[in-house]
């Protein structure tokens, strides 16, 4: 018997507050047309004061459990996906697991930038490969809109809040790529790169969160030419080609880096879900906040393959591939 860890349950929220590109021209020195030429933008929520990441992935996870038919009770595992805590510690996974009822789970927090999700994904899959867990809720959520200099325009114009959760089950699979659930996951980091972009700041540094910094054009060239990478492997590990492909969920950085991953792969740009336009760069929330809303407007069905992938501070980049 092979185990698989099948989405049995998918949510997602967003604030209520929407920046448009128009308001940030009142306050930073672009403008609609500036920002939505280079990166795609129109838009992002901003998490209201008092509103913290935890709030935000609580939403996700009620609407995930409410998708699936499960409590809070059959959850045995949480796998929050953060740069963003609400504290040092302890970690805002604790914090889901209190307000949705897992008492019985295990919860903490996965640290890996935008990639934290795809992070997540893979350390719940291996969970529940081994029959550590059978139920496995797994969260990116990210308040983004704190670690921003809104008097910098080449970083303030990219990122928004949100927060998107699936939940995964252990199911028994064949062993082949015809199998619902995640076939694969694959994840690299490059320390070397730190300087290119980080936040400037950290408890055991400054005592302060820092803001984010960023070397712009080479985080572009970087990201290009590992994302294409890391979903070729994903590809080559399961027999597959890029014609099996239903959907790419990126995580959403920038419109120009997603067009050239795919042109990259030769993958048909139909067949990228794309939402950087709406929420911006939601770090580890991107792609879970993506898959809930090609799911909800039925682009993503039952047995499509689906690739996701994501690069983030680190320099970490990772993929996986999955049936849903």
């Known amino acids: 018997m092979v185990v698989r860890s099948v989405v049995v349950g998918y949510g997602s929220y967003l604030p209520e507050k929407v920046l448009t590109n128009d308001d940030l021209a009142r306050v930073v020195d672009t403008s609609d047309q500036w920002i939505s030429e280079r990166t795609g933008i129109r838009q992002r929520h901003i998490a209201a004061e008092g509103e913290t990441t935890s709030h935000l992935a609580t939403h996700a996870a009620r609407r995930a459990l409410e998708s699936s038919g499960l409590t809070g009770k059959d959850i045995d595992l949480i796998v929050l996906g ?33 990639s934290g999700f795809v992070y ?53 699979g064949t062993g082949n790529s015809s199998d619902r659930g995640v076939l694969s996951t694959h994840l690299h980091s490059d320390g070397r790169q730190h300087d290119l972009l980080y936040a400037d700041g950290g408890p055991s540094l400054t005592q302060t969160a820092g803001v984010v910094r960023m070397v712009g054009r080479e985080v572009f060239r970087h990201a290009v030419i590992r994302l294409a990478t890391v979903l070729q492997e994903a590809l080559d590990a399961n027999g597959l080609t890029v014609a099996d492909v239903d959907w790419l969920v990126p995580h959403q950085a920038n419109k120009r880096i997603l067009d050239s991953t795919v042109r990259k792969l030769g993958l048909p740009p139909e067949k990228m879900v794309v939402t950087v336009d709406r929420h911006a760069n939601t770090s580890a929330a991107s792609i879970p906040l993506a898959l809930s809303v090609a799911a909800d407007d039925g682009r993503i069905r039952r047995g499509h393959l689906v690739l996701v992938e994501a690069m983030g501070a680190g320099f970490t980049w990772a993929s996986a591939a999955l049936r849903w």
């Open 120 to 172: 997540g994904l893979a350390l719940a899959d291996n969970f529940l490969r081994l029959g550590q867990a059978r139920t496995a809720l797994v969260i990116g959520a990210e308040t983004f809109s704190r670690l921003l200099d809104w008097t910098d325009r080449a970083t303030c114009v990219l990122f928004g809040d949100g927060a998107g959760a699936v939940i995964l089950r252990a199911e028994e």
């Open 82 to 114: 953060t740069t963003t805590p609400d504290e040092t510690f302890p970690a805002a996974a604790t914090r889901v697991q209190e307000r949705i009822g897992a008492d019985r789970a295990c919860a903490f927090d996965v640290q890996a930038a935008c």
